[in-house]
């Protein structure tokens, strides 16, 4: 019998593993695909998944529920304009969990969490800038 063993605590205090949760699903919904520990990920799946349902049924209380839960107007955004659209006709299941070897370090298993049908430029949402900003300091070498 499973009694008294209600969800995973991953060796954190109750806000740590809250914050930890919610900082995974504002980079999952960012990056629609991170690599963590295998145990996490089977903690983010089912939260992701929720996410994205309530994404999906535009009403005032959802959008609310969806800022509160992600504290992060943007990807709330997200998820009510693109990843709500995207799976309209997808009743469930969401994300999928590629198991991804061992970390060197301590040998802990490694998964990668992605969304099904995932958009895959948006793994470099952030690469953009950074590649700006070398070729911008690469003129000023060049210049000097």
Known sequence: ???????KK?????????????NMLN????Y????TTLPKAKVLRPQADK???LGKTDSLHNTKSLISK???IKS???VKKTLAKRYTNRKGGYTRIIKAGFRYGDNAPMAVIEFV??????KKVDRKKKETLKSKEKDKQVTA
Do not use: C, P, V, W
């Not at 980079?27 to 960012?30: D, F, N, P, T």
């Not at 629609?32 to 690599?35: A, M, R, S, V």
């Open 10 to 22: 991953l060796n954190r205090t109750s806000e740590h593993r809250k914050a930890l949760i919610k």
């Open 1 to 7: 019998m499973r009694h008294k063993f209600g969800y």
């Open 51 to 53: 996410i994205i349902t």
């Open 70 to 72: 992600l504290q992060d």
């Open 117 to 122: 049908d995932r958009d895959i430029e948006a």
């Open 27 to 30: 980079s999952l919904i960012k």
């Open 76 to 78: 709330a955004n997200k």
């Open 32 to 35: 629609e695909q991170i690599t």
